[in-house]
């Protein structure tokens, strides 16, 4: 339970088994009263066996399906087993489960709660082609939520009993489709959406896939997910 609401942490992850075991157990020791289920995401190391080691529920998928498959699974388990909130949090160690009991608090109001990097707290920095997108990707979408929306591509979010049915059924696998246009149709559809501040941390292990060329690949992927996000119903 985190203030008084039964709930569950999901880890999506793939090829974490470095950070894994440091993530379940910190969610664990900061919210005792939350589950944990990790889903492999067709990881071809050891997470689901390290993650299961560390206490939490693993469900493994056969094969890659990418962030939007592994959540849509999580979501089903959820629904499936009658919590009021899921919480998505990253494999890598970035989110810190302290701001958990914020996310939920606002959840009295709302119906989907973002955990913002760029919105007052912390010393995350985004540069360039990357900080364009997410520039662009927040007037809109925060436009379309009719609320300030600073970090659009968070994967820091908690979701109530009616998202987390909605979720279930339908829940986009393609690029950024699992943030952009999960808002846009979280929204168009008369959900309440919120963001509070964070602060971010540096990954646990391994090291960011970012470059020039990538941070490029990203500005036009986030033109066009927007884009066809506005365009689906």
Excluded: C
Excluded at 135 to 142: D, N, T
């Amino acid at each position: 339970m985190v203030n008084g609401k039964r709930t569950l942490i999901i880890i999506p992850a793939l090829n974490e088994s470095g950070s894994i075991a440091d993530v379940v157990g910190e969610v664990r020791g900061e919210l005792p009263g939350v589950d944990v289920l990790v889903v492999d995401d067709g990881s071809t190391d050891r997470t689901a066996a390290v993650a299961a080691a560390a206490g939490a529920k693993v469900a493994k998928l056969p094969y890659n399906l990418g962030v939007g498959g592994a959540m849509r699974l999580g979501y089903r388990y959820a629904r499936d087993h009658d919590y009021e909130v899921a919480i998505q949090i990253d494999a890598d160690g970035q989110h810190d489960p302290r701001y958990v009991p914020k996310l939920v608090d606002l959840l009295d109001d709302n119906d989907l709660v973002i955990g913002a990097r760029f919105a007052g707290e912390g010393d995350y920095m985004v540069r360039g082609p990357r900080r364009w997108a997410m520039v662009m990707l927040s007037a809109v979408l925060s436009r379309v939520a009719h609320t300030k929306l600073t970090d659009t591509t968070s994967g820091f979010r908690a979701a109530n009993r009616r998202v987390i049915e909605m979720f279930a059924t339908w829940y986009p696998a393609e690029y950024l489709g699992d943030t952009v246009e999960t808002l846009v149709h979280t929204a168009r559809r008369g959900y309440r959406i919120r963001q509070v501040p964070v602060a971010m941390r540096k990954r646990m292990a391994g090291t960011p896939s970012h470059s020039p060329a990538r941070a490029m690949i990203y500005l036009g992927r986030a033109f066009a997910v927007l884009t066809l996000a506005l365009i689906r119903r």
